[in-house]
């Protein structure tokens, strides 16, 4: 009811893979029955915007400045993941086994080129990775741009999702493999290991030179605190907004991350931001329907080496809160980079740096600063 078409296809597409309770396989005593190779194709899925014809469905994804509001486009990029993350954990015979697949993380979602709202665009993705219990989804939008004599396309904004495969009693379960056809495939499943090695050797390296952070142009007058560029919003999640596990849809929370991330850039350039990419999203914890969700947001550095195009770096942290417990457990992290438009720079507009005021600021802005891809 509160989706829009496109997300209704997609829901509708995942379940008839999911909730076609005669065709669902439980898992097997064997943790490898069942389990086979698929290769990409098998689960590529494409959906189609028609903005160009459909008044409505434009309307609804029109910002206040009549370009795209991306805060929507990442709803419907997390839906059209994980249906593709079930089509391939399905069997070969098109039923699916009895697993839960959620979203872990979010990775390089970069905006190439601005996205028109007034002309058809396609979000396309396949799975590009397997682990033995997780698996990558790369996705593509693709814009049509009408010319006087053909229509070309081209990848406006691409995304890497991370999805991993649960039983009922939240153990990791093994998943179908991937055999990559040609060398456009393999290419990708290359990247994509090397980046899941990357995750792995950051979590394991030791973060040093504190203090020399802290100390970096203390008396610079163009310096700001990160305490002082904090906003924060709560809501309490209804069950409108479950997916079919009955949880809360991960999409839904990256969009509420992201319009109190871009309140947070507004708010500290003075100046309407643009978006450039999702850095990182963490999943650390199901949000369920009831739940009091408290979100902080601050600016967690600037990049200003660049004067024709400084980077505002936004952090989300979203909390799962009990009032009447005074307790909360972190459920995302949320990483953002926007900039200013080049009007407002020509216009005197200057980006301030933002400086970490404890050591605890300090070490955030040293486990964040590498997941940033400017």
């Not at 010319?147 to 990791?172: I, Q, R």
Request: aromatic share 8%; hydrophobic share 35%.
């Amino acid at each position: 009811m509160n989706h829009s078409p496109v997300k209704n296809a997609l829901w509708e597409a995942r379940s008839s893979i999911f909730w076609n309770y005669s065709s669902i396989v439980p898992l097997a005593s064997s943790i490898n029955d069942h389990l086979i190779a698929k290769t990409p194709s098998r689960s590529r899925t494409s959906v189609v915007y028609r903005f160009s014809s459909d008044y409505e469905l434009r309307e609804r994804y029109r910002n206040p400045i009549n370009e795209i509001r991306i805060e929507k486009l990442l709803e419907d990029l997390d839906a059209l993941a994980g249906t593709i993350s079930y089509k391939h954990c399905s069997c070969d015979d098109g039923k699916a086994r009895s697993l839960i697949l959620v979203t872990a993380s979010v990775d390089n979602m970069i905006l190439k080129k601005p996205i028109c709202i007034d002309n058809d665009i396609t979000i396309e993705g396949a799975v590009t990775w397997v682990g033995c219990s997780s698996l990558e989804i790369q996705l593509e939008v693709k814009q049509s741009t009408p010319e006087p004599t053909n229509s070309t396309e081209s990848v406006s904004l691409t995304a890497n999702f991370t999805f991993v495969a649960k039983d009922k009693t939240g153990k990791l379960v093994k998943i179908n493999q991937i055999l990559p056809e040609n060398e456009k495939e393999k290419h990708l499943w290359e990247e994509a290991e090397e980046r899941n090695k990357m995750r792995k050797k950051k979590k394991e390296e030791k973060k040093d030179n504190l203090n020399e952070l802290m100390l970096a142009n203390k008396d610079n007058n163009n310096n700001i605190l990160i305490k002082e560029t904090c906003l924060q919003n709560s809501l309490v999640c209804q069950p409108e907004k479950n997916n079919i596990h009955g949880q809360i849809f991960g999409g839904y929370l990256m969009r509420k991350a992201y319009e109190l991330a871009y309140a947070t850039a507004y708010s500290f350039a003075r100046s309407p931001p643009c978006f450039v990419e999702v850095d990182h999203v963490d999943f650390l914890k199901p949000v369920d329907a009831g739940d009091f969700l408290h979100l902080k947001s601050c600016v967690i550095c600037t990049q200003v080496e660049n004067s024709s195009r400084p980077l505002i770096n936004v952090e989300v942290v979203s909390h799962v809160t009990q009032p009447q417990d005074l307790s909360s457990e972190i459920s995302n992290n949320f990483y953002f980079t926007f900039t200013v438009p080049s009007d407002s720079l020509r216009n005197g507009l200057k980006i301030r740096n933002v400086v970490p005021g404890t050591e605890e600021e300090a070490r955030r802005v040293m486990d964040v600063r590498d997941t940033f891809h400017p």
